[in-house]
């Protein structure tokens, strides 16, 4: 037994030279396959404690939880929490970036259910109350969750630098926009709410909302294992949430690249 163990510690000593030696470059790549291969595990049976119907329904104070933390102003326009580990690996990135003269901003992070309730009664009731049902919860759903719905209940979703796909499309923005393509992947955030072109459902595409996979992945499966249409209630046109399938087109309607 001594022996095998000492023969594992060799081995992992000799390829950690090798890496050293020859892929530095990937290590980052490495990390956070790790990371999500190790969350995986939770969605057999046992996800952790704190992971509740309420959690990922958006029904919890992320001011008084010690698993948030805010966003450093300088970071940030408003006041803004996301979870501790999400702020974690977005230092890291915005550092990267930083380096390459690309600036980060956070524009949104958390948002509970009392939040995207006052988002979304104000566009049924005012902005959009022209528009017959359900169209106009339709029209709602082109950018905004209906609440219980949002990827921005769990702390891992965050929107940056601009609310709008036209900023991104040139000059800085397409410079940022290019940037995290081509890197924030190295720190777990992927872009859920790509083109539409290739027949993803849901939500248009937002160039600015990313989400640090390693955690939404793992809440996304307890969502899909938990929650059903009888926990999405509590709101101006909620009826339709059913007849929608929003839990099918929307909550799950993301890049064929996060569902890998
Ligand atoms: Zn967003």
């Known amino acids: 037994m001594g022996f095998f163990k000492l023969s594992i510690k060799l081995t992992l000593l000799i390829f950690c030279f090798g890496c050293f030696a020859n892929c530095k470059k990937q290590q980052k790549n ?26 990922v329904l958006g029904k919890f104070d992320y001011t008084q939880n010690d698993d948030f933390m805010l966003v450093p102003e300088n970071l940030s326009n408003k006041k803004i929490y996301v979870r501790k580990e999400v702020l974690e690996a977005f230092l890291k990135m915005e550092m990267a970036a930083q380096k390459e003269n690309i600036h980060l901003t956070i524009i949104s992070g958390t948002r509970n259910f009392e939040h995207q309730k006052r988002i979304w009664n ?6 959009y109350k022209n528009i017959p049902m359900p169209k106009r919860a339709l029209k709602i759903l082109e950018y905004s969750s209906m609440p219980s719905s949002s990827r921005h209940h769990w702390g891992t979703d965050i929107d940056l630098n601009s609310l709008n796909n036209t900023y991104f499309s040139s000059g800085k923005g397409l410079n940022e926009y290019n940037w995290l393509l081509e890197n924030a992947a190295k720190f777990g955030f992927y872009q859920p709410y790509t083109s539409k072109e290739n027949g993803r459902t849901g939500y248009n595409e937002e160039k600015w909302h990313w989400s640090y996979l390693p955690l939404s992945k793992l809440y996304l499966d307890f969502y899909n294992q938990q929650i059903t249409y009888q926990d999405i209630n509590d ?15 929307y909550v799950n309607g993301i890049s064929v690249e996060l569902n890998k």
């Open 30 to 55: 490495i990390e956070v396959k790790d990371t999500i291969a190790v969350q995986n595990k939770y969605t057999v049976s046992s996800f952790p404690d704190y992971i509740t119907k309420e959690y």
């Open 122 to 127: 104000y566009k049924w009731n005012e902005k």
């Open 235 to 249: 709101f101006e046109g909620a009826d339709f949430a059913k007849e929608i399938d929003i839990i099918k087109n």
